[in-house]
């Protein structure tokens, strides 16, 4: 009847430590489905004819890669790369019923492609205890990209194909008084090819 499910997901995480000074963290998850619906927007009450080859198809991975350096007792090097690609096929070959003679020979079929990458690095700098007072200040930057593109046959609105790229910088200084009290400083830019720039401050107490 044209209305099955499939999906298999595989999931991976690695991590390595070649030496006391170095971390890395892999993760990666892959995703692959398929869905048959023998149904339009009516559903299968009101729909006489249902459809015996309509289907969808979505494919996504998801990975990061992470490394931390520790240069000396007071310095970490943190560095991290995420990818996300997600890819969707949407298929309904011509059937005479349900689908009218007029329809095209191919029938219709819809795609979509989206890629996000992200690159972050910051720099953790620890001082020594003062009067019971931990300091601990992380400056780091991450840069963003993003592109989207899709496609309808037969061409019903023009091919849609956007992208986006963000840059960022960030500081934070957190104190912390015998490990029961944390006061947190910090502040972000964001440059945005879309949205603009935009400076965001925050202050937080936690006890």
Known sequence: KNNEYR???????????PSEQIEVTTTGRFLQSRIEFPTENEGDRLQAVLDPRQFAEHEQFVGTFGTR???TGWLDHRFKVGVNFDD????DPRDVPPDPASRA?????STSKEERILLDYNAALSAPVVWGVTPLLVLGSSYE???FTQRNRPVTTRRTNVERESHAAYSQLQLGWLDHVFLTGGARYDSSSVFGEELTPRVSLAV
Request: proline share 4%; glycine share 8%.
């Open 7 to 17: 999906n298999h997901t595989g999931v991976l995480r690695l991590d390595l430590s």
């Open 69 to 71: 350096y520790r240069q």
């Open 88 to 91: 969707r096929l949407t298929r």
């Open 105 to 109: 020979p191919e029938g219709t079929r």
């Open 145 to 147: 990209h993003q592109n």
